[in-house]
Nanobody, 119 residues
Framework: QVQLVESGGGLVQPGGSLRLSCAAS????????MSWYRQAPGKERELVAT????????NYADSVKGRFTISRDNAKNTVDLQMNSLRPEDTAVYYC????????????WGQGTQVTVSS
């Protein structure tokens, strides 16, 4: 059974930091690119950051470059998102997403974790 379980969300003040984690199981993690997406109320889901299956290439949305860092551990089947200098506009539900490096239709979503940036 495939599972992506996010954790680490919560309420933080502007300028603060949070670290999200996603624990994967039920598939060969090292064959999948891993991403973090987010969806704010009334907005479409947007890509935040992606790491290729080996982690050798990483991409970020312009809105988070220099503030967020994605990292993966293929030995532990985890992918993290370190979020620094948080802003109110970062408030959203954050989702972990896995996509097979070759067969794109093999893809999975986590259930999401809420991040709220507010004073």
């Amino acid at each position: 059974q495939v599972q992506l379980v996010e954790s680490g969300g919560g309420l933080v003040q502007p300028g603060g930091s949070l670290r999200l984690s996603c624990a994967a199981s039920g598939f060969t993690f090292s064959n999948y690119a891993m991403s973090w997406y987010r969806q704010a109320p009334g907005k479409e889901r947007e890509l935040v950051a992606t790491a290729t299956s080996t982690g050798d290439r990483i991409n970020y949305a312009d809105s988070v470059k220099g503030r967020f860092t994605i990292s993966r551990d293929n030995a532990k089947n985890t992918v993290d998102l370190q979020m620094n200098s948080l802003r109110p506009e970062d408030t959203a539900v954050y989702y972990c997403y896995a996509r097979h490096r070759i067969v794109a239709q093999y893809n999975y979503w986590g259930q999401g974790t809420q991040v709220t940036v507010s004073s």
